[in-house]
């Protein structure tokens, strides 16, 4: 019998525990209903909707270009990558081509997001298992990041930068320099991370063969991004359907190998992700590179209220956090008919259940911290 | 394979069942009726040539006349997408669930069903996912109107 039957058939050792939605592992306000024996899960609910701002229905009531920053608030860690998202499916749904040093300029802030996204999941993940330096040191690097972002574009956490069109401002003067500064500082921080954490007995003991993810099963419950790679598939948006000009940048797309345990456990998942930070910078050095120096990044912003042609599109780019997905329909009118967000986070909670049970609920609390969620936008 | 390629399987497999192409959308897509649903879900998953294993994202939308329901669908065997789409009537909105094809579509059409009121035949748990339970009508139709007040609350 399930947990959402009326009448609860408990066993005699079994009891219901309640996790959350208050709780400093949920990553936000998630609650979990678990069904234990002892201390191990029998079962799990997630139930979620306790940040719910009904988000697509306000998106219904402004005009595409005022919609932005409501798109910034879906997954507040990785703010740019969802900008980017957003204005591309509202460029392709009109029809605008945007000039190649915008599409540089988007690659690079978010392949910024990207890394100060990651040290995030990185850091936190440490602290859910009881490592508490390691979330210290990659908030340490952030702190770069988000000065980077700073100085651009105003705002520190939610940006409206990448706006329909192009961008609210070009970058600012000296800004590559600092840029390349960054590049430069980052790479030995990795070694750090590894030699700190990555490799360390007690985290491995914790995290190898726990909660693992098959792939014919994450497939189907829709997981994408890191955790889908975690369990072996190599399926990366920017690498298989590529998007502001990703096609021409040399990357390798890091997936799980079970190198500790098991193909697809929480090790798997979390050292994907480390190894998109190293695949991060290689983009973003490349992308500094052949930055074209001249280039008016407003020159393809409407100048007049946007008013795509009737029809619809559902396009998706790869966050952070996995395949962020628009899908919008359009009336003719400057505001869109419909706006629905397809969140990376939203499927990987769905598929906790798969991971979960049989574990113990401490190991319930590595798993939920493997697949990297953000409330923001599960619940949008 | 090209979107017309699966139509012209489509038609083949299920002849009259399967309604109008339209080749020009951004997203090519089908319409079929509620009833052929199942049957249609099943056989682009199943089917080798076709192997649509991911089932990206499922929107519905409140037309003037109708609820539309998108399944929007990728293969990872073959690399290529198609769309399906379901129209629902706004006095009666039953569908066949697809959720013992494509586990993700639980969620999704626990949302369907919280935000648009399409109820979804054959679903294990067919409760309100972003709002509370006691939460009353559909937001994101358009004929919606936000209350004053949710117990107590102002709104």
């Keep these: 019998m399930k947990l959402q039957d009326d009448n609860i058939d408990l066993k005699s050792d079994e009891m219901i525990l309640n996790m959350g939605p208050q709780h400093p592992s949920t990553h936000g306000v998630l609650r979990l209903i678990l069904r234990t024996d002892g201390e191990v899960v029998n079962d799990v609910r997630p139930v979620i ?54 599409q540089y300029i988007r690659v690079i802030m978010a392949e910024l997001n990207r890394i100060a996204s990651h040290l995030i999941a990185i850091g936190t993940y440490a602290l859910d298992l009881g490592a508490v330096t390691l979330f210290l040191y990659t908030m340490r690097d952030r702190e770069r990041i988000i000065d ?162 009737k029809g619809d599109i559902y396009y998706r780019v790869e966050n952070p956090r996995g395949d962020l997905g628009f899908y919008i329909v359009s009336d003719g009118t400057p505001k869109p008919y419909r706006l629905k967000v397809r969140s990376p986070c939203f499927t990987a909670v769905s598929a906790i259940r798969e991971m979960a049970v049989g574990w113990m609920i401490a190991d319930l609390v590595a798993i939920l911290g493997s697949l990297d969620i953000v409330l923001g936008e599960v619940d949008r | ?64 006349e109708t609820l539309l329901l998108v399944y929007s669908l990728h293969s990872l065997k073959n690399f290529h997408k198609f769309t399906v789409k379901v129209e629902v009537s706004k006095d009666s909105p039953r569908v066949p669930s697809v959720e013992s094809i494509w586990k993700t579509a639980n969620w999704h059409e626990r949302e369907a069903f919280d935000l648009f009121g399409v109820e979804f035949q054959d679903h294990p748990d067919l409760t309100r996912i972003l709002l509370p339970e006691d939460w009353e009508g559909y937001p994101l139709r358009k004929d919606y109107e936000t209350p004053d007040e949710y117990r107590g609350m102002d709104i």
């Design chain 1, 148 to 309: 980077l972002f700073e100085e651009v574009a105003g705002g520190r956490l939610l940006f409206n930068y990448i706006r329909v069109g192009g961008l609210a401002h070009d970058l600012t003067p000296g800004w590559v320099d600092k840029a390349n500064d960054f590049l430069e500082y980052f790479p030995p921080k990795i070694t750090e991370y590894n030699d700190l954490f990555t490799y360390q007995k007690i985290f491995i003991e914790r995290a190898a063969n726990v909660g693992v993810l098959h792939p014919d099963v994450a497939v189907s419950y829709g997981v994408t991004g890191p955790n889908l790679r975690g369990s072996g598939v190599a399926w990366d948006i920017r690498k298989d359907e590529p998007y502001s000009g990703y096609e021409k940048f040399d990357f390798e797309v890091p997936i799980g190998r079970g190198e500790m345990g098991t193909v697809g456990d929480c090790w798997d998942r979390y050292y994907v992700r480390l190894r998109e930070l190293e695949e991060s910078v290689k983009i973003l050095r490349q992308a500094i590179d052949q930055l074209p120096r001249e280039g008016d990044v407003q020159s393809a912003m409407p100048t007049k209220t946007l008013k795509p042609p």
């Design chain 1, 49 to 102: 909707g306790y940040l719910h701002r009904c988000m697509e229905k306000h998106c219904e009531n402004v005009t595409y270009i005022t919609a932005v920053p409501y798109v910034d608030r879906l997954d507040y860690i990785a703010g740019m990558n969802n900008e980017l998202g957003y204005a591309l499916t509202v460029e392709k749904l009109a029809g605008i081509e945007v000039p190649e040093r915008v």
């Design chain 2, 1 to 64: 394979m090209e979107p017309s390629k699966i139509y012209e399987l489509l038609k083949k497999r299920f002849g009259e069942k399967v309604g109008e192409f339209d080749a020009e959308a951004i997203d090519p897509c089908v319409t079929v009726d509620t009833g052929s649903l199942p049957d249609l879900a099943r056989f682009l998953f199943e089917d080798e040539t076709l192997a649509f294993d991911s089932l990206m994202c499922l929107s519905a939308v409140d037309y003037p």
